[in-house]
């Protein structure tokens, strides 16, 4: 069991997601090792998906509940209490993630959850925010959360997030590093992540029917070019993955595709039209499999699913099970160009 006040280990990866289900799939077959899946969730009915992606007693992931609802603050600290108690009761081991603009109703639920787990609190806070904020007032709005919650730094994780920054990596980079600056308790938070997205909103717009196009890494690249800017202390990586920041309605049905990640790009396979998808994906997933790139299906399950239903074992499936197959090979490409080169 993870101990009291621990996250079992400091994390190399933070993947931030929408506990889509074929998000949650995908973290069941991550290793949990150095891994934190970062799960948002708006729907309470997401809470015993989110039990069953993230078994592991022994390590820890971290749950954020989101108010898109617009219930009052009384009635979403309730709710906010309700799902902290069914992940406990279906054994899950989270950390709850606060922001500046929770409200003290709500704060009062994590402090009691505090009390109970003895896991602390992951404070997440945009590039937005702490560039906004004159610096006195920053620490006193982070002062404020950490005074309600019952805690010290030294008991929190902070995640800096940069997802909705745009521009080349260099300028992400720099956004996010004066964003850094401004923080206080920088030396004392118990893992400091900054996370960076860079995956497009509509697919489409970047990758034409019937072709295959390139997406640059952008996120990777923006914290690789930190790393280089900024030494204060080590930071953690975090990214969306194969997903965005954002919630919008998104059309039913796409075009088939296939997003396979590589060191420093995504290869997005995409097929010709939304009809009659299950022949489009067998021949995608053929296509991944005799590419250059493929890592041979060994490589993570996603790996595996894809080169399943090239060769007729499995499939033909759909946007789901692509979705799954996607962030399952996207999280061990990250882990394991930490690992190896110690760069996302």
């Not at 896991?119 to 002062?143: F, K, N, Q, Y």
């Not at 590093?177 to 893992?191: E, F, G, I």
């Not at 993570?300 to 074992?313: C, E, F, K, L």
Request: glycine share 6%; with cysteine; hydrophobic share 45%.
């Amino acid at each position: 069991m993870v101990a009291p006040g621990s996250n079992s280990s400091t994390p190399t990866y933070v993947a931030i997601l929408k506990a889509k289900q074929g998000e949650l799939l995908a973290v069941q077959t991550a290793p949990p090792e150095n891994f934190i899946p970062l799960f948002e969730v708006v729907e309470s009915t997401k809470v015993a998906g989110v039990g069953r992606a993230w078994p592991h007693v022994d390590h820890v992931a971290w749950f954020q509940a989101l108010n898109l609802g617009g219930l009052d603050s009384q009635d979403w600290a309730d709710r906010v209490s309700e799902m902290l108690t069914e992940l406990r009761l279906v054994g899950a081991v989270v950390t709850p993630v606060v922001t500046l603009d929770d409200t003290n109703e709500v704060l009062a639920v994590v402090r009691e959850a505090i009390k109970v787990d003895s896991r602390g609190i992951v404070l997440r806070i945009d590039c937005e925010e702490a560039l906004e904020e004159e610096t006195p007032d920053l620490s006193l709005a982070i002062d404020r959360v950490l005074q309600e919650c019952g805690i010290t730094a030294s008991e929190c994780d902070l995640v800096l997030d940069a997802g909705l920054v745009g521009g080349p990596a260099a300028v992400q980079s720099g956004v996010a590093q004066s964003a850094l600056d401004a923080l206080p308790h920088v030396t004392t938070w118990r893992n400091l992540v900054v996370a960076f997205s860079a995956f497009p909103d509509v697919v489409g717009e970047r990758v034409p029917p019937s072709s295959v196009a390139a997406i640059p890494r952008t996120d990777a690249a923006a914290f690789n070019h930190l790393l280089t800017r900024w030494s204060k202390r080590t930071l953690v990586y975090a990214d969306y993955a194969v997903g965005v920041p954002t919630y919008a309605d998104v059309k039913w049905s796409p075009i088939p595709n296939i997003r396979y990640c590589i060191k420093d790009k995504w290869m997005v396979h995409r097929a010709e039209t939304k009809l009659n998808p299950s022949p489009q994906y067998i021949r995608l997933a053929t296509d991944v499999s005799k590419a250059s790139y493929f890592s041979g299906a060994e490589f993570s399950p996603g790996d595996r699913y894809i080169y399943d239903v090239a060769t007729g074992v499995d499939g033909p499936g759909n946007a789901g099970s692509y979705l799954k197959a996607a962030m399952s090979r996207h999280f061990h490409v990250v882990l394991d160009t930490l690992a190896n080169g110690g760069a996302p």
